[in-house]
């Protein structure tokens, strides 16, 4: 996978959580000032795109979250720490997989069942975890430039019509609470950590940094598109109320009188970024696993993670309320720990040469 590859299925992969929880999130913590929040959390995204680079990088080279795990913590406490990883992993790929088949229940099939969403979503999943890295870097490049044209279209038709009256003057005074918008931002635009297990098989790129800073502000500035034409489109009140309120604004949108029904767009492109999202997830929790069992095959790991990713999925909420309560807090907060404080301790740690020959057994390359 060239780090091009690598970085398009880092953004392409955040489209669901975005579209999903960014909107209520900041809306609810800093008003109609809230589309301020992905300009705000800049900073902790490019400072986390730093600690990343420190943290994968050993003895001057790219190592995957697995290697820098065991250099850094020892041969047992590298393997426990990344095997909670991988479970976590295991965990928020479950909940992303049924996120995405609540959606789709509540917008376009509210009268089918959800098992079968769930099975094909996993299936589609399954086959892009299954291929060589290669290949899952070629689809997610693909997948982003269907994804940038997509939203392109959709903010065309959206911006021209936005009532700024909804977005500006922005109320500066809440300080506070853009930056506790921020910081939700921040969490949810973060995810790509977790696509560290890796880095080690990314094409090394002595650019990575300013390359990867420039992903970020593309993101970002993606972001910010994306709330003020949704914002600015429904009304805080209005967007606030909405479950899903990207979808709600993009239902009557018109581009030049030629093109409408943007919606049934949008649901092909939830359900393409989902499958890439948690095929991404597989991929990463299967490679951590088997880079730190030392076996010989990652077929296995892939099978067991994604019975464990259908488990997490059908039991992570009895129902539609409780589920809600997990996939809208449970994930963020657990998500936020990891990532924030979790990674940022690990990364103290120095880098012992004693210990790098713990990570250099045992990898079959037939994968990647």
Sequence with gaps: MSFRQYL????????????????????????????????????????????????????????GLA???????????????????????????????????????????????????????????????LGRLQWAGRNAFVTLLLFVGILAVVLSAALPSLHWEYLWPPNLNRW?????????????????VWFSFLRGRVTQDEGAFPRAVRGVLLLCLITLLFLLATIGDLGPELALRQQFPFYVMIKNLRLLNLMERFDAVIVVL??????????????SASAALHFLSGSRKREGWVLLCALGMLASALFSGCNAFRFA????????????????????????????????????????????
Excluded at 32 to 46: E, K
Excluded at 95 to 116: D, Q
Excluded at 270 to 283: A, E, K, N, P, R
């Design 8 to 63: 398009a299925a880092s953004g392409v992969a955040l489209f669901s959580s975005v579209s999903r929880l960014l909107p209520r999130v900041v809306l609810e913590s800093a008003g109609f000032s809230g589309w301020l929040a992905p300009l705000a959390a800049l900073p902790l995204l490019i400072g986390l795109v730093w600690l990343m680079g420190r943290l994968l990088t050993v003895e001057g080279r790219k190592v």
């Design 67 to 129: 290697e820098s795990l065991l250099v850094r913590l020892g041969p047992w406490g590298g393997r426990i720490v990344g095997a909670l990883l991988a479970l976590w992993l295991v965990f928020y790929g479950g909940v992303v997989l049924r996120s995405g088949g609540e959606r789709i229940l509540a917008t376009v099939y509210p009268g089918a069942g959800l098992p079968l969403f769930l099975g094909g979503g996993l299936f589609l999943s399954l086959v892009f975890a």
């Design 176 to 192: 506070s609470g853009i930056g506790h918008g921020a910081l939700w931002a921040a969490d949810i635009l973060s995810p790509w």
């Design 270 to 283: 939830w359900m393409t970024t989902d499958y890439v999202f948690i095929g991404m997830l597989l991929y």
């Design 325 to 368: 309560w997990v996939s809208e807090r449970l994930i963020p907060a657990l998500n936020l720990g990891l990532t924030f404080f979790l990674l940022p301790v690990i990364a103290l740690f120095p880098a012992k040469k004693e210990n790098s020959q713990f990570s250099k057994k045992g990898v079959d390359k037939r994968f990647w």
